[in-house]
Structure formats: C-alpha cells, structure tokens
C-alpha cells in the first residue's frame, strides 16, 4: 500500500451537524443513561464528530444543559388560559410540565443536579408566580408555594423514572407474600399499589397542595 493511500485511509473529513442534531444527540443519551453518561466526549463520538468541533456548538457542559432544558420545556413556556381560576391555571402548567418530564426523564436529572437554578427554567418560574400574584398571594407567599408546586413535579417525575422498571406483577406477588400481621393494609392494596405512580396519584397530590394553598390565601385576604 502507498504512503499516500495510507494516510488517505487514516484521515476522515469532520462531518457536519447542527446545533439541533447536537441537542437531539444528547437528549437520547440522557433519556437513555441518567447525566452522568453524558460527556462532551461521548456526546462528540456519538455525532461522529471531534470534540474540538462539538464545542463550536455548545461552549461548555452547562450551556450544553440549558439549552436541553430549553428544548424541552421551551414549548410550555407559556401563559396559561389568563381566563381560567388560578387553581385550573395552576393545574394546567404543572400537569404540562410532569407529561414532558415524565417522556424526557433525563430533563428532570439536569434540572435537579445543577447547583444553581437553570436559567432555562426562568420562564416556568415567572409563569407560576405570576398566577400566584395575581390570585392575591403576598411575595413571600407566591415564592413558597412556587417551591412546593415545583419541587412536588420534579420529584414526582424523578421517582417515576427511578421506579419506571418494576416489574408490577411480581411487586404484587411480594406485597402479598408479606407477614399478615405486620402488613395487613400494603397487603390489601398489593394489586393496586404497583402501579401508583399514576397520572390519577400525581393529580391527587397537586389537588390536595392546591386545596391548602387556597386555604392560605383565604386566610390571607380575610376571605371566608
């Protein structure tokens, strides 16, 4: 073989991508394997382009996380019905933001593992408050029940992911199987326990949050 088909076959041209390609790319990595199989590496090996190339698109990991989160979530960054009650403005938000945790699991890692807030979830946040201030909650009050809303749909969806893999019929076989006298209500519920990470659960517990929410503010304004 000549020295000039040698190098030939050692050198491929980059290929070339787009930011979109980049971002799907990384989605389907995350969604798949948690964050932590998400490297620039990786992600550049998977686009079958070199790193130095990759980051011509993403500058750095964390702009790589925020713009996933953008992607996402980008679609739902919207007002709500500004015609609805406060509750059904909350609902339809925080209901729209669990589906698409729940088919992109790997947003829900990247949002609870940064350090500091993402700032591609501003949007989400002024949405939120702004239905809490105009219902009449105070400042404070509008940012704590932001927290709980909040922190309720992400942990909801991240303990769906975790627990995504039971097997349901052989965890009602191990719910039966227990001792009697020591768990006579896990084993009353063994059929219907396996499946509780359900859309019906995750609107029993947003109602309830939004039952004491509405209390508060009655308590608030002097309403009865």
Known sequence: MSAERAVSRRY???RSTSLPAVLDAALRIVDAE?????????????????AMTLYRYVAT???LYDELVTLV???????PAPDAP??????????????????H????????TRRVP???FDRHREIVLAVLREAGFSVESAVDALTSLICYTLG????????????????????????TEEFPHLIEAATSYPGHLSDRAFSTGLGAMLDGLERALDAQTGRT
Not at 73 to 79: Q, Y
Not at 105 to 112: A, D, S, Y
């Open 73 to 79: 979530l980008g679609d739902l960054a919207s007002d």
């Open 34 to 50: 948690g964050v932590e199989a998400l490297s620039m590496r990786r992600l550049a090996d998977d686009l079958g382009i070199g």
């Open 61 to 63: 990991k964390d702009t």
């Open 118 to 120: 993402t700032p591609a």
């Open 105 to 112: 699991p790997g947003i829900t890692e990247i949002i609870l």
């Open 156 to 179: 909801f969806s991240h303990v769906e992911r975790i627990r995504g893999g039971v097997d349901r019929e052989e965890e009602a076989r191990r719910l039966k199987s227990l001792p």
């Open 12 to 14: 491929r041209p980059p």
């Open 86 to 103: 406060w509750r059904a403005q909350l609902e339809e938000v925080l209901t729209g933001l669990h589906n698409e945790l729940r088919a």
